[in-house]
């Protein structure tokens, strides 16, 4: 690969927002850890919901002209890509089926879809306002 410096300027800024991501995603488990009544994976719900929210935001910023390309970069491959985490969500919703607690895997999923897709709307709708459009 034949990189310019400004290849390895992007590269490093999206490893590093991965690892701020990661550092996020790692504290909303702890917190919903604490906060957490049974068995149901709050943490994932929540990272992903709150990602969709952001990533759907940022892309409509960035449309808009308002995110650079390598902010829009930064912010969805880096630190939105080190945020959530769909494997995390597969195995803990087959976790659940593992363990016989069919409503709570059932209601993973359900949450997940509706409030990720959801968040995902209200991120457009506050691109679209913030951009003027």
Known sequence: MNATPAVWQRLLLVCAAGALGSGARFLVAL?????????FPAGTLI???????LICLVMELAAAGLVTPTQRLTLTT??????????????????????????????????????GL????LGLLCGRRLAGG
Do not use: P
């Open 118 to 121: 959801g968040a995902g709307v």
């Open 31 to 39: 917190g919903a850890e604490r906060l957490r009544q049974g068995a």
């Open 78 to 115: 880096g630190f939105l890509g080190g945020f959530t985490t769909y494997s995390a969500f597969a195995y803990e919703t087959l976790r659940c089926f593992d363990e016989r607690q069919w409503k709570l895997g059932v209601a993973n999923i359900a949450l997940t879809l509706v409030l």
């Open 47 to 53: 990272v992903n919901v709150v990602g969709s929210f």
